[in-house]
Every structure is written in structure tokens, then in C-alpha cells.
């Protein structure tokens, strides 16, 4: 069986949309009298849309960003429907078993929010050849800030060699139903729900045992999107990278991986990348940033994201090297993957004439907490230290 693989009927003006929608088409592709309200422009300043926005996939061409609101943008490239779930984790790498706990909006966020499998995968082998220049092989202890549903981490595990192999000894996130999704399908991840701003670090270690080699995380970015209103640091969410440079002063690992929106390069009246840097350097780290393209990597999608890396040694950290592109090169890289040709192989999806409110429950009815820990332990949480 193919989990989260499922849409509805659709009918009226909606499915005459899809009709009229060529590959590739938009919402200006289709006549006049089909367009969105919202997005045919009015008055004498021609003011307005396109706030409706609707695209037909294609088969060759890798798609947009993959965001939490795909459930009515993407159409399949040949039928006249939105693409379902599962579709949308094939465009984001996920393997086909690879379950989506909770409800039809839950389920969307965590396949929105993920790291492309294949670019954390491309961002792992340069961490292995990193650990490799310093002499460290065998098991590799990550520990997953901010994990979702998984996906950096997944490209970690796959990106492991007879050398070298990491392995997630901690995963936390706040998003119960990420949590959910990572106990059905990893739960040797050792994943607690929790969050960031109220426990330490020493919490994490008392946990694996030792001092992670690797931490890997993705403070929350909607503050910093370009497709969001770039808030940044007026967001409580906008600041949670320091939580997590906190949290990698306790755990001083060899290197970490901090993935965020590209938009955090271009928020005005904010000095969010000097602010990393300089938070990461009082620490004792050395830091560099890139920014990549998943398709470059193999991902049917052309999601670009900023990746941090922060060393304890000289940072000598290579960033991968691009395997695709978009046309033929002199570089042998191949070509782009085709949205439509990663989910090609997939059956026709579940019809319903609604999409029940769960699309899979949970293995357990709870799951372990930071909280938990620090009653049982005695830890001092972050709000006791605040009050003490």
C-alpha cells in the first residue's frame, strides 16, 4: 500500500480550470472567464492578482518550491487533479514508504517544510569527506534539531558508506505530529517532542551518551521567506537560530549543518548573517555559508536554500558540487529531473468525494518530552533559570 496517496472529485469551475490548463500553464494561461477573481488585474492602474496561483506540472521540468500549501497550486501533469500528498514527497525525495502521520493540513506542512532528501544527501557526503580529512570514521552520532519529518536526516542516513555511517541518536521537534511520522518510520531515532527555547543542551547529552561529531537543524524560516513577509527578528520564530547556536556551545560537535530559506540574505533592516556568524565565532566556531539548488542535486524541484556549516577546526568544509543542471554541459552534469517523471511510477491514487480529516493516526497515543526529562532528571529548565 502507498501511504498519503489520495485526492478527491473534483467539479464546477475548479476542474474546468484543469481542463483548460496546458503543461506548464498558470492561472493567465487559461481564458478570461476562468481566471480567479483575485487574479485579473482592475481600474485604471491595472491593479491586483496574481494572487490566485495555479500551475500544471511537467514531465521533464522540475517544479517550483514545494511549500505547505501545495493542495491547490500543482495539478498533475496529465490528469485534472491536484497533486496528492505522496506525489508531493516524490518531489520532495521521500522514499515511497516512507509514512506522513496526522491530518491533510499536518501532512502537508511536514512535506512543505522538509529538506530535499537528495541535496541533504549531496550536503552529508561533503560532511563525510570533512570528518574523513580529520581522521574520523565509523559510526557517526547526529544529533536532529528541528527534524520534521525527517528529511535532512534521511539524507544523512543514505549518504552513509562502510567508512563512515551516521547515525540520528537524538531528533526533537515541537510538531506533534512530526513526531508521530518519525516514531512509524524511524523510531532507533530516539526522537523527543520539545521546544528549543525551554531546556538546554546538557538535557541532549544525557540523552546520547557522549558529544555528538554532527548536529544538524533548520530553525523554523517562514519569518525569514521571501514568499512570507520576511518579519525576521520581530518574530519570536525569527530568532530561534539562536536557541540553537546556544545549544551547540554545550554540545560543541566537530561540525554543524544549519539549512534555511535564501530570503534570510535579503531581510532588510536586519543583520541576521553578521549576527550568525559573530554568535557562532563567540562560541568557537568558524562558519561559511552557500546557497543551493535542490535541482542540482536531483531533486525534481527548484527549492534554493542556505546552507550554513560551522567547524571547530579551520573550517576547510567543501560544499557539494552540482551533479545536474538545466541544459547540457561540457561538465557531463546530467539534466534536470522531470517533476512529473518522479511520481510516474506511482498507481492511481484513492478518489474520495471528501479527504477524510485523518490521513493516517498516529502508531501511540503520546510520545516522549523534553519535559518529561527534565521532571524526571531534575534538569533546570531555561524558565526556572530565568526566575531563579
Not at 491547490?72 to 515511497?96: G, M, W
Not at 526533537?172 to 511520522?181: E, H, L, V
Request: charged share 20%; net charge neutral.
Amino acid at each position: 500500500m502507498i501511504h498519503n496517496h489520495i485526492t478527491r472529485e473534483y467539479t464546477g469551475i475548479v476542474l474546468e480550470r484543469m481542463k483548460y490548463l496546458p503543461s506548464g500553464g498558470r492561472m493567465g494561461d487559461l481564458p478570461s472567464h476562468l481566471q480567479h477573481e483575485s487574479f485579473v488585474r482592475v481600474g485604471a492602474k491595472n491593479t491586483g492578482g496574481p494572487n490566485m496561483r495555479l500551475l500544471r506540472l511537467e514531465m521533464d521540468k522540475p517544479s517550483l518550491t514545494v511549500t505547505a500549501y501545495i493542495s491547490n497550486k500543482f495539478v498533475h501533469p496529465s490528469e485534472n487533479r491536484y497533486i496528492t500528498p505522496r506525489e508531493a514527497a516524490c518531489l520532495q525525495d521521500f522514499p515511497d514508504d516512507w509514512a506522513f502521520v496526522g491530518g491533510l493540513g499536518e501532512v502537508h506542512h511536514q512535506i512543505g517544510n522538509a529538506v530535499p532528501v537528495k541535496l541533504a544527501k549531496a550536503i552529508a557526503q561533503s560532511v563525510a569527506s570533512f570528518l574523513s580529512n580529520l581522521g574520523i570514521y565509523g559510526e557517526i552520532p547526529v544529533a536532529s534539531y528541528f527534524c520534521g519529518a525527517g528529511g535532512l536526516d534521511l539524507g544523512f542516513e543514505q549518504a552513509s558508506s562502510e567508512k563512515l555511517s551516521f547515525k540520528t541518536t537524538f531528533a526533537t521537534d515541537i510538531d506533534t505530529s512530526c513526531g508521530y511520522t518519525i516514531e512509524l518510520n524511524r523510531p532507533n531515532w530516539n526522537f523527543f517532542l520539545g521546544d528549543i527555547t525551554s531546556f538546554l543542551g546538557d538535557i541532549v547529552l544525557q540523552q546520547i551518551g557522549e558529544n555528538p561529531i554532527v548536529v544538524i537543524g533548520g530553525p523554523p524560516c517562514q519569518t525569514f521567506s521571501v514568499a512570507g513577509k520576511q518579519q525576521a527578528t520581530k518574530d519570536p520564530l525569527g530568532t530561534l537560530y539562536r536557541n540553537y547556536i546556544e545549544h551547540i556551545s554545550i554540545l560543541k560537535p566537530e561540525i554543524v549543518i544549519m539549512e534555511n530559506v535564501y530570503g534570510l540574505k535579503q531581510v532588510k533592516r536586519s543583520n541576521v548573517l553578521k549576527e550568525i556568524y559573530h554568535s557562532f565565532e563567540k562560541i568557537g566556531y568558524q562558519v561559511k555559508h552557500e546557497e543551493l539548488v535542490a535541482a542540482d542535486f536531483g531533486t525534481p524541484q527548484l527549492r534554493r536554500r542556505l546552507i550554513f556549516v560551522a567547524t571547530k577546526e579551520k573550517n576547510n568544509f567543501i560544499f557539494p558540487i552540482p551533479t545536474h543542471s538545466e541544459r547540457i554541459n561540457i561538465l557531463g552534469e546530467q539534466l534536470y529531473e522531470g517533476a512529473g517523471k518522479s511520481f510516474v511510477h506511482l498507481p492511481k491514487p484513492l478518489v474520495y468525494s471528501k479527504i477524510p480529516k485523518k490521513l493516517m493516526e498516529p502508531i501511540s497515543t503520546s510520545l516522549r518530552s523534553i519535559n518529561s526529562l527534565i521532571s524526571s532528571n531534575r534538569f533546570i529548565s531555561i524558565d526556572e533559570l530565568r526566575t531563579g
